[in-house]
Structures are given as C-alpha cells and as structure tokens.
C-alpha cells in the first residue's frame, strides 16, 4: 500500500442572505391585515352617529336586527336595548347610516311600527311577516341631537306630506278621536290629527288635515259639523236619522260643505280657524245674526213642550225655546208656565225693513199692536210633541199690552188648540145635562108596553093568516109539480127520432134555411142593381135555341 498526499480541503462558500429581505409566506397576513384596515376605514367613511331612542317597551325591538327606516328604505339599524338607569324606559341605542346623519336632529320622531288595529283603520300589516321596525320622520332643523324620546303610536301627518291643516272650535268633542274621518259628500278627504282643550279660554279645537289634492275643496264659505254616531231625534217635526257611514257611526268623523247659496270663493289658506256646528243642519242654515230673547207666560198646560222646540211663524222656524219653567202668579194665587226663547230678527227680515232697528223689537212691536199672539200647537200626534205658533187669530182678542221684564220683551198669548175645544166641549155637555133622559126612558117603556099588548090582541088573526098563507104555498107546489112533468114529458117526445114533434121541427128549420138563401140572393142581386129598387126588376130574356136549358 503506497502512501498518497491527501488532497487539499477547499473551504466551504458562505453566501451571506439581505437580512431586510422577507419571506413570501408574509405577504399572506399583510395583505390580510391591508383589507382589514380598508374594511375598517370604509366602514368608518360609511357609519353615521350613533344616537338613543328611548320607548315606554321593547316590544318589537331586537338588538342586529331591527331597522330603521325612512319612506321604507332602510337608514340604519339597532344594534343594543337596554334598560334606562331608573329601569322606567327602554333604552335603543341606534346606529345611523353616514347618508342618514342629517336624520339626527332636533325635530326628529320615531316610533315602532307594529300592526295596529285603531280608530283610523288598520296599519303596519307587513310588519308581520318583516318584522317590526323603527320607522323615521326626518327633521328639518339644522341642531344636531343623540337622544331622542320615541313615540307610543305613528304622527298622523308626516312632514311635506301634501295637504292642508285646518283648526276647528268645537263646544263638544262627540265621539272624535286622533284619526277620525273628515268627509264631504260622504267621501272620506282628510282626518282629525289632534285636538287641544285650552281652559284657560274655555276653549276646544280640533285640528283636522285634509289630503291633497282635497283642499281644495276648503273655502272660506265652508261649513264643519260634527258627524259622529248616529243622529237620531225625535221632535215636534218628527222622527229624523242621520249618519255619514257605518265607519263614523264607530269612530266619529267630521263632514262638511259650502253653503248652498254662498257665491264662489277663493280657498281657505292653511290654519284657517271654522266653526264645527253640532249637526248639518245647524251648519247649512242661514246666517241668523244676533237673537232676541223674548218672554211668553201660558195659563195652560205645556206637556210636550221641551227645551230646542221650535218658534214658528206661518211655518217658518224663526227662534228656539230656551227654557220652559213654571211661574207663580201672586195676584192671581196660581201658576203658569213661563217660557223663554231666542228670537232671531234676521230671518224675519228685519234688515229688509227701512228705518227698523237691527234688534227687532220695533217690529215685534208693531205686529203685536195688530195682533200678534203666541199659541201652543201640537207639532207631532205621535210623539205629543209641541211647539210655539206666532200667528194672527181670526177672532178678534183682547188688546195686549207690550212690556218688558227685566229688558226683556214680553210676547202676549192665547189659548192653544185644546184649550179653545174646551169651552166648546163644555158647552156640549151643558146642553146634554138638559136632555130629560129619565122622561125619555119612562115614556118608551110605555110604548114598548103597548106595542106587546097589540101584539096579543093580534094572535087570532095572525094564526089565520099563517093557514091561508100555508095553503096557498100548497098550491103552488102542486102547479110547479105538474109543470116539469110536462117538460119532462116534451124532452121524451123531441129525443124520439120518428115522432110528428120531431118531424115537424125538421120541415120548419128546412124552410127557414130555403128563406135565408132566397134573400142572401136578393142582397145580392140589389148590390149589382141597385136602380132596380126604383125601376123594378126587367124581365128575363127569351131562352135561344144555343143557350142550355
């Protein structure tokens, strides 16, 4: 074994690597991490503020997954519910989309849209298959606000929703309530919104809306009377219904109208101030101008008389009954009625006269110097009702005197319909007290006796009678026996074919048909020649020897 130098060892290369230099394997979490900042910045960019609403409950409202909408588009979402420091309220804390920011100002509302069932139909029906949700009404203030107090129920009008709002000063609410229908011919226009009682004044309004384009049906001639329920009465004109629709009969509502013989006008602008009359006919009827208070004082019964009864004259309404109360006479030791109305001078034509006041007492005056009364008349046989008649007797009365009590005029009366047939009856019975009805009873006992005397005497004579009459009824009886034998007796001889009876009808009934054709021939001989009447018939020509025999 020969020894051999070792080769030499070359030492090794040591490649020295960019310690800046990274991996590929990072990149994987960089860019991980890039689109998370991205994500995060955009969200930022895209997230409105967060504000708190508080509600009376939670019902509806869930924490990821409630929105909020506007107009049904979705301007953000409840991302926590809570409960308030005192634990009274909810608390939902909002958050707002970056569109939406605008939203969050001072005039704001909110509320939970849920299904409702209330006086204004039914609402929020699409929520039961959505969802509840928050819905928005968008301010238009420029204060910004986080906190809001929700509310309990959806506002009746939105902002910018076309329409008109009008104020109405009632004396009673009826049967109205927040979302009751406003109508006009029966169609529903608008809504009641609110209403406000002020005691400070004393004073009830009622804020109504009515939807465009409706409004302008609105003019400042327009009429607004209450048309809730049913309006049922029952007066001395008789028994009245009236009713707007099954809908108002439940919820109430408002109708109204323009005076049937107001000109044209321009349309009321918005917050005009009306007055809502209690029915439509209060409403309707013309202008009455300032009452009269009068005074009348019956000395009769006024049973059917009541409060709201009309005053008529020649069966027009002029006045009311205010009050119908009893009076105690002092001179006379008695009591009378005593009733107060209102008188309204306008209808009367007051302002037509020239030169009389514009109170009417002048006039009321003057027609009593003539011979005005007031009378009690029966309006309704049904119902008993009464009314008040001014009218004109036609027999002369006793003067009146006009006064006035306590300022107020006094108005004569008279008598009504039953208390002038009451001397009439009287007298009636007076007269029937004089007939001797005794006397009368005694002499026709007497006559009744007499006629049964002659009726004993007559008792011979009337069985005579009845045995001449029964024979004679014998008799005939005998005669119309033999006649229907006889009959009998012919209708056997006119059936047999062979007998002289029915041979000699044949002869005569074969005659009378040879007459009836001789003069059928001469009618028409005589239509052909009629000049043969005068000039008689010529003679038959001689038969030649061609012309058949």
Request: aromatic share 6%.
């Amino acid at each position: 074994m020969t020894d051999q130098a070792p080769h030499p060892v070359e030492p090794p290369l040591v490649e020295r690597r960019n310690a800046l230099r990274l991996s590929l394997v990072w990149l994987v979490p960089l860019v991980a991490v890039l689109v998370g900042l991205v994500l995060v910045v955009r969200h930022f960019m895209h997230v409105g503020p967060e504000i708190v609403i508080e509600f009376r409950t939670a019902e509806g409202l869930e924490a990821g997954k409630t929105d909020v909408r506007y107009k049904e588009v979705v301007v953000g979402r409840v991302t926590q519910v809570g409960l308030s420091e005192d634990r009274q309220r909810v608390v939902a804390t909002v958050r707002l989309d970056k569109s939406s920011a605008a939203m969050a100002v001072e005039d704001s509302r909110f509320w939970v849209v849920r299904p409702r069932i209330g006086t204004a139909g039914v609402s929020g029906l699409n929520t039961l298959v959505s969802g509840a949700y928050i819905g928005v009404d968008a301010g238009v203030s420029t204060e910004s606000r986080r906190r809001f107090e929700g509310l309990e129920a959806p506002p009746f009008v939105l902002r910018n929703e076309p329409g008109r709002s009008f104020v109405l000063d009632a004396e009673d609410l009826g049967s109205l309530d927040i979302g009751s229908p406003v109508y006009y011919r029966r169609t529903r226009v608008g809504r009641v919104v609110g209403f406000v009682l002020q005691p400070d004044p004393d004073r009830l309004t009622v804020q109504i809306f009515i939807e465009s384009p409706n409004e302008r049906l609105v003019t400042a001639q327009s009429r607004f009377w209450n048309a809730s329920g049913i309006d049922l009465r029952l007066n001395a004109s008789g028994l009245t219904l009236n009713t707007q629709s099954l809908a108002s009969v439940v919820a109430g509502g408002v109708g109204f109208a323009n005076a049937p013989s107001a000109a044209p006008a321009a349309q009321a602008p918005e917050g005009t101030r009306f007055k809502l009359f209690a029915d439509r006919a209060s409403a309707l009827a013309p202008p009455d101008g300032p009452p009269m208070p009068v005074r009348m004082v019956f000395e009769e019964s006024a049973r059917g008389l009541s409060v709201n009864a009309p005053i008529e004259v020649l069966g027009v309404e002029v006045g009311r009954v205010r009050t119908v109360a009893l009076r105690h006479e002092k001179v006379r030791e008695h009591f009378a009625v005593e009733v107060q109305a209102d008188l309204y001078p306008l209808r009367m034509g007051v302002t037509q006269l020239a030169g009389m006041p514009a109170d009417g007492r002048e006039l009321m005056k003057q027609l009593v110097d003539h011979g005005l009364r007031a009378q009690l008349r029966t309006g309704n046989l049904f119902t008993g009702q009464m009314y008040v008649a001014l009218d004109f007797p036609s027999r002369r009365q006793p003067p009146a005197v006009w006064g006035l009590d306590d300022g107020v005029p006094t108005l004569p009366t008279m008598s009504g319909e039953f208390g002038q047939l009451q001397p009439q009856v009287m007298q009636i019975v007076q007269r029937l007290s004089q007939v001797p009805f005794d006397q009368i009873g005694r002499d026709l006992r007497g006559t009744l006796r007499g006629v049964n005397e002659a009726i004993r005497q007559l008792r011979p004579e009337a069985r005579s009678a009845l045995a001449g009459v029964q024979a004679t009824l014998e008799s005939v009886q005998r005669t119309l026996g033999a006649g229907e034998r006889t009959l009998q007796q012919f209708d056997r001889n006119l059936a047999a074919e062979d007998s002289p009876l029915q041979r000699n009808a044949n002869q005569t009934f074969e005659e009378l048909q040879r007459a009836a054709k001789a003069l059928r021939e001469l009618g028409d001989y005589l239509q052909r020649h009629p000049e043969s009447i005068l000039r008689g018939k010529p003679p038959d020509p001689a038969p030649t020897a061609a012309s058949p025999r």
